[in-house]
């Protein structure tokens, strides 16, 4: 498998065969996609339930969850065929707890693209409380080629 540079800032050009290759850098991605996720939270997602605390309050890890569902859908339909994308980094602040019955609502805004790096900005609430605040990386890689080095 052959890669090659295909812009100043690191996208690559992944070559399947000599005659076919795909690009991993997307046109249609531009600054300003916006995704959405709404969870409520329930016994199955809270701290206790994910060992993660001792109390019935969303966790860490399902507020993380719905976060990065919402950078999925602002970049759904806007990812060339056999792209997909990778969780690289999450910076996240948990700021409130959110008890069984709640339900959040989280926002990812896609902020800045560095090559293959997507850079999103997220905030999760529930009414008009900040739950959560943060940045989260994703990466844009070959679909093929990641499941092949498993």
Avoid: W
């Amino acid at each position: 498998m052959y890669r090659a540079p295909c812009s100043p800032v690191g996208c690559s050009v992944v070559s399947l065969e000599p005659t076919k290759t795909r690009s991993v850098c997307d046109v249609a991605l531009e600054l300003g996609l916006r995704g959405e996720a709404t969870m409520a939270v329930t016994a199955e997602n809270t701290a206790l339930a994910h060992g993660s605390g001792d109390v019935d309050v969303l966790s860490t890890p399902a507020l993380l969850q719905l976060m990065q569902q919402a950078t999925m859908s602002a970049i759904a339909g806007h990812l060339a065929e056999g792209v997909i994308t990778a969780g690289l980094r999450v910076n996240v602040d948990h700021l409130h707890g959110s008890p069984i019955g709640a339900t959040l609502h989280a926002v990812a805004t896609l902020v800045r693209i560095e090559g293959r790096r997507l850079v999103f900005e997220v905030e999760a609430t529930s009414e008009d409380v900040i739950v959560g605040l943060g940045r989260i990386v994703r990466v844009r890689i070959d679909r093929e080629q990641f499941l092949s080095r498993l």
